[in-house]
């Protein structure tokens, strides 16, 4: 695709009214959406209006003037962009301790079922949650097996399959409702992590039939650093499971100050302590402005985008280890390489910002709402032009060219 | 004292400079600091560059920049406030989280003790959560008795003693010393919640010896609403306990992306997911100003203006249930009234924002930093007001007066 052509793609694309609604630095290319959403343009207003009216002027009254119900009116916002009905998904925590919550809940209210089954590889963060929550529930096993023994393993011992949608490395997506089909043939839940899913590709929670998802607020969603995360809880699971961090905000009266605890009927029992306001307020802008687009526009330019980088990586001999069926991946694109990190590197010195994953992958991150055709055919001239010289192999490359 | 006294203590008062760095409302006399403390003038600032320059232009590069280190850095900072070393605190997720990571650790690590004690009436979050924590360990039970039966109850089952320096309604102070002693004579361990402590009264966590400790970062140190909230553990304990919230913040090597966890060494193996970065840059601002305040000057302070509001109060006839001993509260003021719920919100009416505790208690916070005498002074004309009339008790007083 040459320049004219990207520029003609990105002038008939019925998203790109959205870039402009993000604050993007001059001289890059951003292609870590995946890992850090951009900023909005609404976002530095309602972080302003958060601080100095909200917090400052009404001070504690805020409290009642719509914190208090944050979590959960931005949860059923983000209900919309997951296939999931209004109350049942809570913004709470992080990912980590959202999963935390749910496993635990999950083995106790079964113990007949000792295992939690998942996939080598998985997003580090939910195996070492998982190996934390069995190391607490005598007679509890955390099984990890490769994708392709996945099957095999999926026994009527497992009580939770524990999968993320899209992979953070490879980008590879499971086909969720047949894997929660699985699950369910053998009596188990499945719980999805939907970090790389929201806001990049079609995920359906109810259509799927699943029982359990958390994932994240500052990847697609674009809700800033460390947003807090949320979690789903299917409406026919919400009586049965009890959250084990039972704080107070999950607590059926949280101002009525008794010492016992009573669990908040529906979503809400899954809060725990008070929420970061102000990093809700960023979460919520993010939320907003994607519940602005259309799902499919969104999935059909991720296609288009990766499809297009693809055939350049293709021509640069370069290793894509993402799937090329769309259905079957996200919205990365992963490319294995022997010198992937000071490649990495000097791309990032010249204004293209994506990630190493260790050992080889480079990853680029292919966020619809604000990339275009003409960001990707830069990128990969940058990326062609370094290729083609070696140069980036000297380790003070980066050093020497830094432009950012 | 009358307004012209107040005045000329304001005026002699070492600390009055510390007014002028915050944004208080015009009208408003702000005693629920306690709850949620006021706006540093410098946060706006801060949260804006962390929004517009560190999220939007840096983008991912920021982590390498400064976020990455925040949850450690702060709390380094908040160590100096409560008498702990450089990496015995970690700044993480909610004092309701940290309070289930400490306790599920402390108990895992101790089998032969299966008892948590802790005082009635108690902040309903940490009974809630030590609730939640004894259900999933076997065996495990809840003491919760009354302030004059903890001695009696802490015997050789105990393992963890949880109590919180200064009640939130009260304002009673443990002898924080005095109580981890006890708790050491009996071979447990003492964890204190230092919430409505740390930025208003002494805290020296290693003079007395303690064990654990958590504490939320929305109140006296002015962090924000919600708050990232803080945990210490003393060093000789870091060895031995391991959080069951085992999640990648807290590896060992969070980037080598390895299946299995592998705790990091020291305070780090506290953290769980990725911080609200957003909010840890308002606590941060927070922190900061509080550490340029001398904390004798504060304790004196709040002794002063606790004196001078409780002599009012004694003219009044209101019946104080905060102790008269400084050195035996915390920095609020609480009076018992049968009729406290519409006199405070007759209060709030007036822009004398304070707040009630079910079922009798008007709790006023009395924060050195940002109030003085004349605050008190005029907060208790508009007290003595409402109590002379009696015209508050009309259900619709608040409503009909409110300027706020």
């Keep these: 695709m040459t320049l004219d052509e990207a520029r003609a793609r990105d002038a008939a694309d019925p998203l790109r009214g959205f870039r402009q609604r993000f604050d993007l630095p001059e001289g890059v290319i951003y292609l870590d959406g995946n890992s850090l959403g951009a900023l909005p343009k609404a976002t530095a207003a309602a972080v302003a209006d958060l601080t100095t009216r909200q917090w400052g002027e009404r ?21 919309r962009l997951i296939g999931a009905a209004p109350g049942e ?16 809940a999950a083995l106790r209210a079964n113990p007949d079922r000792r295992v939690i089954l998942s996939e080598a590889g998985n997003f580090p963060t939910d195996l070492h949650i998982a190996e934390g929550v069995v190391a607490g529930i005598p007679g509890a096993t955390l099984r990890v097996v490769p994708r392709d023994q996945l099957a095999e393993a999926l026994d009527d011992k497992v009580a939770v399959l524990m999968l993320t949608h899209v992979h953070y490395k490879t980008a590879e997506r499971f086909d969720m409702a047949a894997w929660t089909a699985r699950a369910h043939e053998v009596g188990a839940l499945a719980l999805w992590d939907l970090s790389h899913s929201a806001g990049a590709v079609p995920a359906d929670l109810n259509g799927a039939n699943a029982d359990l998802a958390v994932g ?36 059926a009266a949280p101002f009525d100050f008794a010492d016992g605890y009573a669990p908040a009927p529906g979503i809400k029992r899954w809060l725990a302590g008070t929420p970061p306001v102000l990093s809700l307020a960023a979460l919520e802008v993010g939320v907003d ?13 991720s296609a288009a985008l990766f499809d297009t980088f693809a055939a350049i990586g293709d021509a640069l001999g370069l290793e894509c280890v993402s799937p090329r069926d769309p259905a079957q991946r996200g919205s990365h694109i992963s490319f294995r390489h022997p010198q992937a990190y000071p490649l990495c590197q000097a791309l990032i010195a010249h204004g293209v910002i994506g990630d190493f994953r260790a050992p080889d992958i480079l990853r680029l991150g292919l966020t619809p ?11 990969s001239a940058i990326l062609a032009d370094l290729l083609a010289t070696g140069a980036y192999r000297d380790p003070q490359y980066a050093a020497r060219h830094a432009v950012t």
Tied chains: 1, 2.
Aim: aromatic share 10%.
């Design 59 to 79: 001070l504690i009254r805020s409290w009642n003037e719509g914190w208090i119900e944050a979590p959960l009116r931005i949860g059923d916002k983000i209900a």
């Design 369 to 379: 709402l604000y990339l275009g055709f003409e960001d990707v055919v830069r990128a």
């Design 216 to 251: 994240c607020g500052y990847k697609y969603l674009n809700g800033g650093p460390g947003a807090p995360a949320y979690l789903f809880v299917a409406a026919r699971h919400q009586a049965a499971l009890v959250n084990p961090v039972s704080g107070w905000m999950g607590h």
């Design 89 to 104: 998904v809570a913004v709470a925590d992080s990912t980590s301790v959202n999963l935390f919550k749910l496993l635990t």
């Design 289 to 301: 402005l994607m519940l602005e687009a259309d799902p499919a526009l969104i999935a059909a330019k």
